[in-house]
């Protein structure tokens, strides 16, 4: 480190090559970047203002990103008014956004590596100077500039097709929730051929071996979204408090455009009376104590089964984001709720913190914390008492295996930090596995096994044994990121569906992704068939689910006898 | 009925109740029997829903979820948007020898539209919300919603056609008001509210305005703008996505046009003896700009056929592939080859010409025009670009409601026509008067026994 030769930044020269390198990475001008890095600098010692940063900046960051109207006064101000001490680049890069949510959205995402690119990450230790440079990666310093900007919620998925069973509990999950008629798969789970398959990188994910070409297919609640964009009266709108496309089921006039416009095919249209009523829905909620299911926090008909005449699709659940179903509901989907594997990550995809965007910024992370059950910290403690407190003797006294607790410290080691608050949690949440680990860490920590010792790392093969001239430098963050892909693969690929045509889904696939060719294959599902399964409603009926929804349509069909 | 000089009481001649006749009133009967029959239809739908139909969602539904009615929707969209590019052409363009049909083509653009807003409520879910729904929140969707530019150019092309027929009409009914029957007096007393020589002028120019605006917005409106645009915008649907189906539809809407001018010429002609009036010079020259049009049709297609499968992507190669395997697409096709085949044999040769062989060529182009306009609608649906779901590929075939919705709106135009021509004079006054200026060709051949006079018996 070096602060005499000619480099701008107090981590000096090296810090400033790769920097340069991370900026060729992306595909943002290296140059701007650089500059914008070192005028920033230069603010922080007082030699430029804000102001005068934006001025200089505007020009190139619209070009540059793509966004926007540079800040009006009163949002300056506002800004003044919120500045903490130090001001950080990211604070004062977003003030290049628009107002518009959409586009504030859009341009968060693009500030990541923008942000990144000005060294975001080292900005916060200028003053102390840094024992070591930092490492800051472009996820982070995008999580940090999202964290800055209240940017609201969006809510969408992480869904992991490798992990998928084929069982169909989401689709008849979300079938019952919403006591949707046979043949309305809002959720839909379809099996598919493709020649350019390679079917690579799901051996691993579950303990059945690889599994076939999946597709999970919600809505993909898209930020901009064709079907909304058609609608002649506004029915098809996006919540703006979370980004939820929603049918406003007392607006829509049935002329079915948004189902032509959406290129997903996932709307259904409610071509006669649904075989379950309104009152029926709302008075089985309203016992529960849980809304009626249908209204949401705005006064309007968006969630459940549509009625005649209009059209419907995945809601992602928006009476349970409002809280009417319990606080505990909030931020989870029904189809969430009965995946039994944690294929579907349901939340929010601005926080860096929900369960889809840390599944996504790990999968192996997450799928080991679906996969490896520890017991629980009582158990441990059972088995433990008297015991010694030394590796082996903890490992040969509990029902822990030795590669379980290399995992277990494995995700410890590549996280973090392991959840530790004490809200209600589900097994659907990450934070519930991520809970049992910190307890069963820490059951084993109490007990006197120090498994952040060199002794046990190099036992368990998460750190490197030193010299003994040597100080321990702690875990080895690529070894123990390593065990959990040996044990359960990364995904092939990572995607969103049809992305080149601009949607901007809010659905991210992990997997394999369907080529051009992919070609759905009979019967869908290897757990179960579409056929084989069926809900009771809430009128003790039974409905039962179907694949193919003419089917059941073509029975009302007036073809005379002519047709069929 | 040879070499007659054309009058006021030839044009006069359908008007009053008094002149209703045998085969009016069973032509009235028929065409009320048709729409009768689809309204019945109609009301089943409305009572059980939209399941009665053969449609059901695309995706995993299995289906399409728009058919027959959006592709006779576009039809009668086509027949009435030629209609009145056809008159607006004789007026601007001083194309005089067709000024017998021009206002024909006006009645037929007027009954078109109607038809055609018609099958937009029939095919809705809930139409009881239309005017809630879309004119509640007109201001924000029409800047996105194709759906609401066209309801909005429907509602202007029908006040504009609407205008434009009533300030011709004006003129006509206050120089012959003497012979129109006083029962109708209230409907003529309006039309011709504070009428005054000196505006004939000033109308005159008006209504050459009019057609130079309706000429103007032809290729940006209705079947060369809003309703192509509402499949033509839509980039995953390799079928209908592109540029070219805006001259494509226009197309269409000129052929099916010319050809429904055609039949309802020929319907009024054999009805009320108009040979000296509508003459066969007229169909003559109808049939060779059917022609030019079929050709255009032809061309247009033959750009994406070869577009599609030369070296497309592989979703565009699907829907094309389709196309040329298809019997919905090539039937249609062969049709119109075949009457542009006849069309061209009669330049060369033009004893090959009569008027049932143009008839003839008339409804096969509008059958081609129907089949290949549904099929555009439904494979559009059946190859999307995210063409994954194979175990539910989408099927269709209309059901006997749809089909009869087809019918039902052709007796619902029937009915205009016959309702129309009691009430005012279908043929203008200045075409009498012009033909009356320049009469000399009094060329005629014998009518040939036609075993259908309407065009609705024909079309059915
Ligand atoms: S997938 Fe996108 S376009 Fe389709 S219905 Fe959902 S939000 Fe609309
Ligand atoms: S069917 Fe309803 S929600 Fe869809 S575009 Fe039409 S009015 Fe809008």
Redesign the interface.
């Known amino acids: 480190m070096s602060t005499d030769d000619e480099s701008f930044h107090p981590l000096g020269s090296e810090w400033e090559d790769e920097l340069e390198t991370m900026l060729d990475d992306t595909e943002y001008d290296t140059e701007l970047g650089m500059q914008m890095a070192q005028d920033a600098f230069r603010v922080s010692k007082g030699e430029l203002s804000e102001a005068e940063f934006h001025e200089k900046y505007h020009d190139d960051v619209m070009e540059e990103f793509g966004e926007d109207e540079r800040p009006t006064k009163e949002a300056y101000q506002k800004m003044q008014a919120e500045a903490s001490e130090e001001g950080t680049v990211s604070r004062m890069l977003s003030k290049f956004e628009g107002d518009g949510e959409e586009s504030r959205r859009d341009a968060m995402k693009k500030m990541g590596a923008g942000a990144a690119a000005v060294g975001l990450g080292a900005w916060g230790t200028v003053d102390d100077g840094p024992e070591e440079p930092p490492q800051p990666s472009a996820g982070d310093t995008a999580a940090q500039a999202d964290e800055d900007e209240d940017d609201g919620v969006q809510w969408g998925m992480a869904i992991d097709l490798d992990r998928c069973d084929g069982c169909l509990t989401c689709v008849s999950g979300c079938a019952s929730e919403n006591q949707l008629d046979s043949g309305v798969n809002w959720m839909y789970v379809l099996q598919y051929d493709d020649p350019s398959a390679t079917g690579e990188g799901s051996e691993l994910a579950r303990p059945a071996g690889a599994a076939a070409n999946r597709l999970v297919r919600p809505c993909q609640h898209c930020t901009d979204a064709p079907c909304e964009k058609v609608c002649p009266t506004t029915a098809r709108h996006t919540r703006d408090k979370d980004g939820l496309v929603l049918t406003d089921y007392d607006v829509c006039i049935g002329c079915r455009y948004c189902q032509v416009a959406c290129p997903y095919g996932v709307n259904y249209f409610q071509w006669d009376e649904p075989d379950v009523p309104a009152d029926a829905i709302k008075e089985h909620y309203e016992e529960e104590g849980m809304g009626d299911h249908m209204t949401d926090d705005r006064g309007r008909w968006v969630d459940s089964r549509a009625p005649r005449g209009v059209m419907s699709k995945c809601t992602m659940c928006p009476t349970r984001q409002d809280g009417q179903m319990g606080e505990g509901q909030v931020g989870t989907t029904a189809c969430e709720e009965a995946c039994p594997t944690g294929a579907i990550q349901f939340g929010d995809m601005n926080d860096p913190e929900s369960d889809p965007q840390k599944y996504e910024d790990n999968p192996a992370r997450g799928r080991t914390l679906w996969r490896v059950n520890p017991p629980s910290a009582d158990e441990l403690e059972e088995d433990l008492d008297g015991v010694d407190d030394d590796l082996e003797s903890v490992l040969e006294a509990t029902d822990l295996e030795e590669d379980e607790l290399t995992l277990i410290k494995a995700v410890d080691i590549v996280s973090d930090g392991l959840y530790d608050g004490d809200e209600e949690l589900h097994s659907h949440d990450l934070d519930y596995h991520e809970r049992n680990f910190r307890e069963a860490l820490d059951a084993l920590a109490d007990h006197g096994l120090d498994h952040d010792s060199e002794e046990v790392l190099v036992g368990l093969g998460l750190a490197d044994e030193t010299d003994e001239d040597e100080e321990f430098d702690g875990p080895d963050e690529r070894d123990a990121q390593m065990e959990l892909e040996a044990f359960t693969g990364s995904p092939d690929s990572n995607f969103r569906l049809l992305e080149e045509y601009d949607t901007n889904p809010n659905v991210i696939y992990m997997g394999q992704q369907p080529g051009p060719n992919a070609e759905q294959t009979e019967p869908t599902g290897t757990g179960a068939r579409y056929e084989q399964l069926s809900y009771d409603t809430v009128t003790d009926g039974e409905i039962q689910i179907v694949d193919n929804r003419k089917d059941v349509l073509d029975e009302d069909t007036v073809g005379g006898g002519l047709f069929s | 009925m040879s070499t007659k000089t054309p009058n006021e009481q030839d044009i006069l001649r359908p008007i009053g109740i008094d002149k209703i006749s045998k085969p009016y009133l069973a032509l009235f009967g028929v065409a009320s029997l048709a729409f009768g029959i689809f309204l019945i239809?109609w009301f089943?739908q409305l009572w059980?829903?939209?399941?009665?139909?053969?449609?059901?969602?695309?995706?995993?539904?299995?289906?399409v979820?728009?058919g027959l009615y959006i592709g006779a929707f576009i039809w009668w969209v086509g027949i009435a948007h030629g209609g009145i590019i056809l008159s607006a052409a004789v007026r601007l363009l001083g194309m005089d020898r067709y000024m017998p049909v021009a206002r024909l083509a006006e009645m037929l653009t007027l009954a078109g539209l109607s038809a055609a807003g018609f099958y937009i409520i029939v095919?809705?879910?809930?139409?009881d919300?239309?005017v809630t729904?879309?004119i509640?929140?007109y201001h924000?969707?029409v800047n996105?919603?194709?759906?609401?530019w066209d309801?909005t150019v429907i509602t202007a092309y029908f006040v504009l056609t609407a205008t434009y027929l009533g300030l011709t009409l004006r003129y006509d009914v206050t120089r012959m008001r003497d012979q129109l029957p006083d029962l109708f007096e209230p409907i003529y007393k309006i039309m011709t509210i504070g009428y005054s020589e000196k505006e004939d002028k000033v109308i005159e120019r008006m209504v050459w305005w009019v057609a130079l605006a309706i000429i103007i917005m032809a290729p940006l409106l209705l079947h060369g703008g809003v309703i192509p645009w509402?499949f033509a915008l839509?980039?995953?649907y390799p079928g209908w996505f592109g540029a070219i189906q805006g001259p494509q539809f226009l197309t269409i809407a000129l052929t099916s046009a010319i050809s429904g001018v055609i039949l309802v010429s020929y319907a009024f002609r054999r009805a009320y003896d108009w040979d000296h009036i509508i003459t066969d010079d007229i169909f003559r020259g109808l049939l060779l700009w059917l022609g030019f049009f079929c050709l255009l049709f032809l061309w247009l297609q033959l750009q994406q056929l070869t577009a599609g499968s030369f070296s497309a992507?592989?979703?565009h190669q699907a829907a094309t592939a389709s196309k040329l395997s298809h019997p919905a697409y090539i039937v249609p096709m062969l049709m119109v080859v075949g009457v542009l085949a006849y069309i061209f044999a009669t330049t060369l040769r033009p004893s090959l010409f009569n008027k049932k062989r143009a008839i003839g060529a008339a409804v096969l182009v509008l059958i081609a025009t129907l089949v290949e306009k549904t099929y555009f609608v439904v494979a559009g649906?059946w190859y999307?670009?995210?063409?994954?779901?194979?175990?539910?590929p989408g099927?269709y075939?209309p059901?006997?409601?749809e089909l009869s919705s087809v019918l039902g709106t052709i007796g619902m135009v029937t009915l205009f026509f016959l309702v129309i021509s009691k009430l005012v004079p279908v043929v203008e006054l200045h075409a009498i008067e012009h033909l009356r200026g320049d009469h000399g060709h009094g060329e005629h051949e014998h009518e040939e026994p036609a075993e259908s006079a309407t065009d609705s018996e024909v079309k059915a």
């Open positions: 239809g089943y059980v829903g939209m399941s009665v139909t053969g449609l059901s969602d695309w995706g995993t539904g299995g289906g979820t728009w095919h809705m879910g809930r139409p919300r239309m729904s879309v509640g929140h924000i969707t996105n919603s194709p759906l609401v309801v509402l839509l980039p995953t992507t592989i979703d649906l999307p670009a995210f063409d994954i779901y194979s175990a539910t099927e075939f059901s006997l409601i």
